[in-house]
T-cell receptor
Framework: AQRVTQPEKLLSVFKGAPVELKCNYS??????LFWYVQYSRQRLQLLLR??SRESIKGFTADLNKGETSFHLKKPFAQEEDSAMYYC?????????FGAGTQVVVTP | DAGITQSPRYKITETGRQVTLMCHQT?????MFWYRQDLGHGLRLIYY???????DKGEVPDGYVVSRSKTENFPLTLESATRSQTSVYFC??????????FGPGTRLTVT
């Protein structure tokens, strides 16, 4: 069965420090993975998807099929990065979300 | 306004009442989705629809009913609300590139 695991519920980092959000998945086919972000009291919005290989707001994520991971990274965290982050796996056009990681960036 | 909207944004109802959450999108996307967001569970799919008059169950469909008579609307009905259905509900639609766009959410409290 497909599954998305985000092992960290809360990640607290200092401004300017690197941040890495872990995401592991289980899926029998070729995965299509996304990161969504939800700022306080706002709707979810797409941050990035693995097929585009873009860097959005300084974030990058690399799909590692051997480790079945899609970790999200940013070298220097900013206060405006404080948000809830969800990793999601697309299967048959539907999204399977992880439980989410709350990121708090403190000055 | 273009985009995806939900109403009401906040709702308090009593156990046993029927309540309908509305979702409207202006893009004519074929696919639409309903999720509930709960701490520790992330977002879980309740129902989805591939087109008008085509709906299917998601991960947690029990206690919910959907319909889709028009492409732009996808209402979600709780036939007899229970406290366990207290949650934040998000509607989404999907474009041809498989990106999902989310509504602002409805915060539902069942007392």
């Amino acid at each position: 069965a497909q599954r998305v695991t985000q092992p960290e519920k809360l990640l607290s980092v200092f401004k300017g420090a690197p941040v890495e959000l872990k995401c592991n998945y289980s899926y029998s086919g070729s995965p299509e993975l996304f990161w969504y972000v939800q700022y306080s009291r706002q709707r979810l919005q797409l941050l990035l998807r693995h097929i585009s290989r873009e860097s959005i707001k300084g974030f990058t994520a690399d799909l590692n099929k051997g480790e079945t991971s899609f970790h999200l990274k940013k070298p220097f965290a900013q206060e405006e990065d404080s948000a809830m982050y969800y990793c999601a796996l697309s299967s048959w056009g539907k999204l399977q979300f992880g439980a989410g990681t709350q990121v708090v960036v403190t000055p | 306004d273009a985009g995806i909207t939900q109403s009401p944004r906040y709702k308090i109802t009593e156990t046993g009442r029927q309540v309908t959450l509305m979702c409207h999108q202006t893009w004519s996307h074929s696919y639409m989705f309903w999720y509930r967001q709960d701490l520790g569970h992330g977002l879980r799919l309740i129902y989805y629809s591939a087109a008008a008059d085509i709906t299917d169950k998601g991960e947690v469909p029990d206690g919910y009913v959907v319909s889709r008579s028009k492409t732009e609307n996808f209402p979600l009905t709780l036939e007899s609300a229970t406290r366990s259905q207290t949650s934040v509900y998000f509607c989404a639609s999907r474009d041809l590139a498989y990106e999902q766009y989310f509504g602002p959410g409805t915060r539902l409290t069942v007392t």
